[in-house]
């Protein structure tokens, strides 16, 4: 059974900082993995969707990479701003097919202005 | 461009009353359609998943059922509902060639 752990789970820092969250998975046999941001009371927005074949995805301040066969992926984001502020999860497949994403708990992000 | 509708944003139940979430996605012909909860400091737990019209997998006992009458509507139904119903619900969509998924929303149920 897919496992996901964020760490940290809280994050606190001033603006401007480059910080770098991290996500981990148990089970490495995975064809992508999805960085996604919660705002308080709001649905889940997608960042970033890194397929297996690639290692980093880049949005904008947001950089994602995947190392599949040590079952990490981290989420870099630069020049952090007061509007970064948010929980931010990423999601690997639960299995084959369509059912669905399994989940870490996510990382709850504060930007001090 | 894909977009996806859920209602209500959010519901006041009592125990014990049926209850109706609806999910419409537009943009796209024969997703993958999901129902995920979020408690409160809990992670989001797979509900229901949907590969077509009538087609239902339940990944969790419950007293939840899932209906897919239409291509691109998802409905979530109780006909009692139990405090521990209570929950963020969220629909979500998936592109079949690429594996992303889009969430809606949500709606915010709370039993009293």
């Known amino acids: 059974k897919q496992e996901v752990t964020q760490i940290p789970a809280a994050l606190s820092v001033p603006e401007g900082e480059n910080l770098v969250l991290n996500c981990s998975f148990t089970d490495s046999a995975i064809y992508n993995l999805q960085w996604f941001r919660q705002d308080p009371g709001k649905g889940l927005t997608s960042l970033l969707l890194i397929q297996s074949s690639q290692r980093e995805q880049t949005s904008g301040r947001l950089n994602a990479s995947l190392d599949k066969s040590s079952g990490r992926s981290t989420l870099y984001i630069a020049a952090s701003q007061p509007g970064d502020s948010a929980t931010y999860l990423c999601?690997?497949?639960?299995?084959?097919?369509?059912?669905?994403?399994?989940f870490g708990k996510g990382t709850h992000l504060i930007i001090q202005p | 461009s894909q977009t996806i509708h859920q209602w209500p944003a959010t519901l006041v139940q009592p125990v014990g009353s049926p209850l109706s979430l609806e999910c419409t996605v537009e943009g796209t012909s024969n997703p993958n359609l999901y129902w995920y909860r979020q408690a409160a400091g809990r992670g989001l737990q797979l509900l229901f998943y949907?590969?077509?019209?009538?087609?239902i997998s339940s990944e969790v006992p419950q007293n939840l059922s899932a209906s897919r009458p239409q291509d691109r509507q998802f409905i979530l139904s109780s006909k009692k509902l139990l405090l521990s119903d209570s929950g963020f619900y969220l629909c979500?969509?998936?592109?079949?060639?690429?594996?992303?998924?889009?969430f809606g929303e949500g709606s915010r149920l709370t039993v009293l």
């Open positions: 999601a690997v497949p639960s299995g084959g097919g369509a059912d669905g994403l399994t």
């Open positions: 949907s590969v077509g019209i009538g087609q």
């Open positions: 979500a969509w998936s592109a079949v060639i690429t594996g992303e998924l889009f």
